[in-house]
């Protein structure tokens, strides 16, 4: 059987961890398979990226590293993306410079991957953490926003930027929505399940490999307490974790139920102390290897990102999501849709109500048979393996 010539193969992100945590065992495959992998990476995840054997190349990224620094509105959450694109692409070209890479791998949020590949004359495969846009997204979505922030002078002003910065760098026949959203081969990391619109994506650009965990040994593993009846972890992932009212309310909820045993993960902002008084069968940790504890879990109480919804779906396990920002309220309304879960809004998210949820979704022998057919079509997508072949086959052309 013919093999792919080991290659030098750029991967491009930001220092978030919804961005580079569903790349890295997709980069571990490739190296594992003999390619020199390069990841070019702020320095605060260096450490991270190094673990799956590749070469982190660091840059100096502008972006805001606080969920309160990124504003309120849509112009805030889109601007920051190409002032740090347009800061840090001089930074990548020099670094590897005499060391240009066969391919280019990028998140959706590294728009000077792009413009390298085109101007290194490489293939470029953009890997999606998240939902992508499907066919009419354009006009029932992208045009009505856009059309907004054009009645602005800050929103005239971005997509004029933006437009320069194309045509400067050999782009400027494509929009910066297409720029953004419409690669020329997309990987999507998530499984079709979590899709709106699924059957209207263009598969000849998109294809659904579905989630790549890997086993995370490297983060350790916890250990189910013996004599537990039941385990529920709690966890609002690794951003929008300031919340000590909500994990009262989740003390409060289980307090009575000394035979269920909640993991709570509380972040780093969150004082224990400012949960007042825990029963013992609520163990309170600002980290833990969440797969490890989901492999082991009853239910799950989320704020539904894509890492932890796809991991929730992957270990077959029932869902009370509490979004918080931005996809998790699309991908809260996807689970519940699906049957598996409950979307319970923050503002209605108190102790009554999230004990009720939670029982009720364990209670229901549906919601199992939904996970169980879930997980199925699941292992059928591929996950790591097929990512990396498909990445080796833009390689052989």
């Not at 961890?17 to 390069?38: D, F, K, Q």
């Not at 951003?239 to 909820?253: K, L, M, Q």
């Amino acid at each position: 059987m013919p093999t792919t010539p080991r290659a030098h193969i750029a991967m491009f992100s930001i220092a978030a961890h919804g961005h580079v945590n569903p790349s890295l065992e997709v980069i571990r495959e490739l190296v594992a398979r003999g390619h020199r992998v390069s990841y070019a990476i702020p320095a605060s995840f260096a450490e991270k990226v190094a673990a799956t054997g590749a070469e982190p190349v660091i840059y100096t990224s502008v972006l805001p590293t606080e969920p309160e620094d990124w504003g309120t509105e849509l112009i805030d959450n889109i601007e920051p993306f190409l002032e740090d694109a347009i800061q840090a692409l001089p930074q990548l070209a020099d670094a590897f410079e005499g060391d240009e890479p066969d391919l280019v791998l990028h998140d959706i949020t590294a728009y000077p991957a792009r413009a390298l590949a085109h101007r290194w004359g490489v293939p470029a495969v953009q890997l999606w953490p998240n939902l992508v846009p499907w066919e009419g997204y354009a006009e029932e979505v992208g045009e009505p926003a856009n059309a907004e922030l054009k009645q602005t002078d800050r929103g005239r002003a971005y997509f004029a930027r933006f437009d320069a910065w194309l045509a400067e760098n050999g782009l400027g026949d494509l929009s910066c929505d297409d720029f953004v959203a419409r690669p020329r081969r997309g990987l999507v990391l998530i499984p079709e399940a979590l899709q709106p619109n699924a059957d209207r994506v263009d598969r000849t650009r998109f294809t659904f490999v579905g989630a790549c965990q890997g086993e995370r040994a490297d983060q350790g593993e916890w250990e189910r307490p013996a004599g537990a009846g039941k385990v529920l972890l709690v966890s609002l992932g690794s951003s929008f974790t300031n919340e000590p009212a909500f994990y009262r309310a989740c003390v409060e909820a289980f307090r009575d139920l000394p035979k269920w045993h909640v993991v709570l993960q509380i972040g780093a902002q969150v004082d224990p102390a400012a949960l007042g008084d825990v029963p013992p069968h609520v163990e309170v940790r600002s980290w833990v290897p969440q797969l490890s504890v989901l492999k082991q879990a009853d239910a799950f109480i989320t704020h539904a990102g894509a890492g932890g919804s796809q991991e929730g779906l992957a270990t077959g396990t029932p869902m009370v999501a509490v979004p918080q920002a931005v996809d998790q309220f699309g991908n809260a309304d996807m689970l519940q849709e699906l049957g598996v879960a409950r979307h319970l809004p923050m503002e209605k998210a108190d102790a009554n109500a999230l004990r009720a949820a939670v029982l009720d979704l364990v209670d229901d022998p549906e919601v199992a048979a939904r996970l169980a057919r879930i997980q199925e079509r699941m292992a059928k997508e591929g996950g790591t393996r097929r990512a990396a072949d498909l990445i080796e086959a833009e390689l052989t052309g």
